[in-house]
């Protein structure tokens, strides 16, 4: 039976300015060094969409994340 739920997929673009190379640590690490470091940085989102429930389950499987997270 398929899913009655719905499911979204947002990708977020995260845009830092750094007075050097700027490696991504981590998204913690990225949000201190934007509020709070010597970088300044910008997040919008670059696309969102809504996804079925099968979609949904293979890019849970591509994260690395039981689909039953979303009970599927």
Avoid: H, W
């Avoid at 991504?24 to 970088?39: A, H, K, M, N, Y």
């Avoid at 696309?47 to 389950?57: F, T």
């Amino acid at each position: 039976m398929a899913s009655k739920k719905k499911f979204y997929r947002t990708i977020i673009k995260v845009e830092v300015l750094s007075p050097g190379p700027y490696n991504v640590p981590d998204l913690d690490q990225v949000f201190r060094d934007i509020t709070d470091g010597d970088c300044s940085g910008s997040v919008s989102v670059a696309k969102s969409e809504e996804v079925s429930a099968a979609r949904m389950k293979k890019l849970l499987e591509k994260q690395d994340s039981d689909p039953a997270f979303f009970g599927l």
